[in-house]
């Protein structure tokens, strides 16, 4: 098993909240809340330890609600290793219906001053020779340059470290300019790195292949219920979902980063690696929080994960048998 390092910069504690229909403006009676520390290299974390890796968090954190944070750690075995700032962790809330409809509120989190990014490249530079990969997740606080968020893949690439970037807006596009192993895009945000809408996977295909040009080796797009397109120097491989009952698809693109990066770092064949980490972030919508893979029924939705070299011989886009 490897050793991983994952960088949150935006911690948050993800409330979320089940109920049948949200109706604005009025009183809306909820089923199942549940307050729980996140973000995304702090979810990844939680996926990979579970799989087996020795997992270090870092980035930053707020240190005036850090409790919760630190018992999770502890209750799941990460190394913590964030840096603590003054201030508050955001609460982002998470409105998730009976329908499968999710409403995210993410706020902007803490303001950081300039001494924060000095303080996490120190301890980025210590903790580096001791990883296998590093995995940088989740929006940027307030305060906090996206040159910074460049300057941080740089550090880890430098140090012969392959990145995995997970992150939106102006901080996927200075971060993809600075050359990571790998990123991790949903459409939306692929969309928006790309300045134009993606309205099919032919307009898909055709962004990913702007973004190995801008020199990204591994393009993962995850395109929520149809499933996953991961293009690398081996090919493209394009995967269909196996068939569950949707409660709240939060956690599943880091969920899909962390079963994808544990087969890369094992080695396993691309088909074997697609498939288990598309399973994975299936078995993730099914509930709150990050996938299980000691789901009870989780060979049955490996069993009925598809993946095919893409574009496939008969070209429909539909799901193969
Ligand atoms: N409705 C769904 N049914 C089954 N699997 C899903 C569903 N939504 C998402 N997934 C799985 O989770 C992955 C990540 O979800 P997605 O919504 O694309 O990412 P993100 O959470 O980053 O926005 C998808 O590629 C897919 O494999
Ligand atoms: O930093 P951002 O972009 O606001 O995202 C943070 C949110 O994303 C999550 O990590 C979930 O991400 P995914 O749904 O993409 O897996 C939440 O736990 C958290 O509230």
């Known amino acids: 098993m490897a050793n991983i390092l994952t960088v949150t910069l935006n911690p948050a504690l993800d409330l979320s909240v ?163 192993f790998a990123v991790k895009p949903n459409t939306d945000e692929l969309s928006g790195w790309a300045g134009k809408p993606l309205k099919d996977i032919t307009a898909v295909e055709a962004a990913v292949a702007r973004v190995h040009a801008a020199g990204v080796s591994h393009v993962v797009v995850s395109m929520g219920a149809d499933g996953v397109l991961w293009s690398s120097p081996a090919g493209t491989l394009r995967s269909w979902v196996p068939p569950v009952t949707v409660v709240s698809t939060v956690c599943a693109g880091d969920t899909l980063l962390a079963g994808m990066l544990h087969g890369v770092l094992l080695g396993q064949p691309d088909e074997t690696i697609l498939t288990f980490a598309t399973a994975l972030s299936a078995e993730c919508v099914r509930h709150i929080g990050v996938g299980n893979p000691d789901a009870p029924d989780f060979s049955s939705l490996l069993q009925q994960t598809r993946v095919q070299p893409w574009p496939a011989e008969n070209n429909t886009g539909e799901m193969p048998l």
């Open 18 to 180: 089940e109920t049948p229909t949200l109706n604005p403006g009025e009183v809306n009676r909820t089923g199942n809340t549940r307050l729980e520390p996140a973000g995304k290299g702090i979810n990844v974390a939680r996926v990979l330890a579970r799989l087996g890796h020795s997992v270090t968090v870092t980035g930053l954190l707020g240190e005036a609600n850090a409790a919760p944070f630190e018992r999770l750690f502890e209750a799941e075995g990460l190394q913590d290793s964030l840096v603590r700032i003054p201030g508050q962790n955001r609460i982002n809330i998470k409105i998730a219906e009976a329908g499968g409809r999710v409403t995210d509120l993410n706020g902007p989190g803490f303001r950081v001053s300039e001494d924060a990014l000095q303080r996490l490249e120190f301890r980025l530079a210590q903790l580096l020779p001791e990883c296998d990969a590093v995995v940088i997740g989740g929006s940027l606080p307030e305060g906090f340059p996206s040159s910074g968020l460049a300057g941080l893949v740089q550090l880890a690439s430098g140090a012969g470290k392959p990145v995995w970037l997970d992150t939106s807006g102006e901080g996927l596009r200075t971060g993809i300019e600075a050359g990571p």
